[in-house]
């Protein structure tokens, strides 16, 4: 195997954690914050799914906004312009993990060039990242808004090869959405899985190289491998 | 508007009740029936939707088998090849929901040219069509399997155009699938979503035309209009 020279990263639920969008919903609407939460993230995936196969794409700030006003009306839920707004707002101040920092830092120290590939638009992650305090450790972040269509289609994860200027054998994917290594896999990147609850791996015929807990584990595994 | 000429019907849900499999789940696995369904459909979906998406298209027997595989690892259900074949075997034998069959003479009593889209394949259409007693009304059956790739990708919508030889202004599209409505609807049909629970209409910017509660409101609803 050729040594990694760039590792890219997913955003949402790899680098970033989604928690406090959960914790607004169930302050917002006390005793369906979960219910809402889940049923917005599975339509908002959906909807990125949906509309890339139906050439239809929209940013993933009003695929994300659309999947919110689907998911409320689902559950009975009132949503006014200012709840739609501190909840929407909530997505661009996410906390990191509490591992990210320490461990970017780690792999900056290898000499790996590091980059964010994500569904999210650029004026979702600008603000992410910057809120972050990441700007210093990722040197390049990628949003699929380039292409017009959503992960896993390959013409993505195309897009860090291409902005990178390094070969797809020579990049690690990481993300902690199995589908989405998978798609990097049989995109031809070295993958690795951040299985943070205990899934199943996804049976999609391309299962990731490495399946790792959390972040933390990456270095000491690049380290050994 | 032009007269239609032609209804495709969806399948799975649309014109066939998959009740049967998810209470053949709940004699395997008491207690967990409505779990596994539940998970096994979701998964069964968006791998068709992440394996269109990769360009990694396997037919839909192999992709309902994978999401099986994977709910039951998931919910720790221990599966064998009996359990399996019985419930393959049970998406090939599913009863039409009773309004059916009256519905499709009545609209062929309309002159109206009678077919089915579907995800599935060939294989597991025709057993389903014949075990149902539907050759008779419906001229054609049609599978994703000739493209690649699944609903809602345009290509699909288009091989009804092509087999029916009918404009597409001229078919009408009928899913109890609100997605697979709104694709339709975004390909250009005029589109009826059967809407059997009572779900909101998808946000996916091609709202379907119609809402009815079932099959049967369909030849009143094309009398009227």
Redesign the interface.
Known sequence: MPPLRAIVFDAYGTLFDVHSVIALCEQLWPGKGTALSQLWR?KQL??T????????Y?DFARVTE??L??AC??LGLQIDEERRGRLMDAYRTLATFPEVASALAELRAMKLRLAILSNGSPAMLRPLVANAGLRGLIGTVISVDQRK??????AVYRLAVQRLSVTKAAIGFVSSNC?DA??AK?FGFRTFWIDRGS??V?????APDHVIKGLDELAKLLRRS
Chains 1, 2 share one sequence.
């Open positions: 599975s959906e909807y799914w949906q509309r890339s196969l139906m050439r239809r929209e659309a999947a006003r689907y009306t689902a269509i959503y992960k896993p289609a390959p589908w998978c798609g049989s899934a199943p996804d049976e999609l015929g391309a």
